[in-house]
């Protein structure tokens, strides 16, 4: 079981329910409204971008820190703890963003699911 289902603020507010098979069949119900593979990769690469560009600012003020102090701190420990400073940072300046892509991972996942039992039902022959 995904962690996503196991969270309860990650699974959208009202259920998906499964619908005949048309050229929106990548589209599923969330709380916002319907969410699509498009949408849900356009926020993963944003709140993707948006770390990194975090770590890049954080890393930029260790070697900026560093020079105002009159020492050269070298390339890869800045990034290294830019990285280990902007993992619980992006956290809460990006809350907002990482549960737009929670609720649209679920969304398209409960749509997933609601399709392939459907059309398992409709191979037992239980359908319409």
């Given at each position: 079981?995904?962690q996503?289902?196991e969270n309860?603020?990650?699974v959208?507010s009202e259920?998906?329910?499964?619908?005949k098979?048309?050229?929106?069949?990548g589209?599923?119900?969330?709380?916002?409204?319907?969410?699509?593979k498009?949408?849900l990769?356009?926020?993963?690469v944003?709140?993707s971008?948006a770390?990194l560009?975090?770590?890049?600012v954080?890393?930029a003020l260790i070697?900026?820190?560093?020079?105002l102090a009159?020492?050269?701190?070298?390339l890869?420990?800045?990034a290294l703890?830019?990285?280990?400073i902007a993992?619980p940072?992006?956290l809460l300046?990006f809350?907002?963003?990482?549960k737009?892509?929670?609720?649209g991972?679920?969304?398209?996942?409960?749509q997933?699911?609601s399709?392939?039992d459907d059309?398992?039902?409709?191979l037992?022959?239980?359908?319409r």
């Amino acid at each position: 079981m995904s962690q996503l289902s196991e969270n309860p603020e990650n699974v959208p507010s009202e259920p998906v329910k499964a619908s005949k098979p048309s050229a929106n069949s990548g589209q599923a119900k969330s709380a916002t409204g319907p969410v699509t593979k498009g949408q849900l990769a356009r926020d993963v690469v944003l709140y993707s971008v948006a770390r990194l560009l975090l770590v890049v600012v954080i890393g930029a003020l260790i070697i900026g820190g560093g020079k105002l102090a009159g020492t050269d701190v070298p390339l890869i420990v800045a990034a290294l703890f830019a990285v280990l400073i902007a993992l619980p940072l992006s956290l809460l300046l990006f809350a907002k963003l990482r549960k737009r892509v929670n609720a649209g991972i679920a969304a398209v996942d409960a749509q997933r699911r609601s399709d392939r039992d459907d059309l398992r039902s409709k191979l037992r022959g239980d359908g319409r």
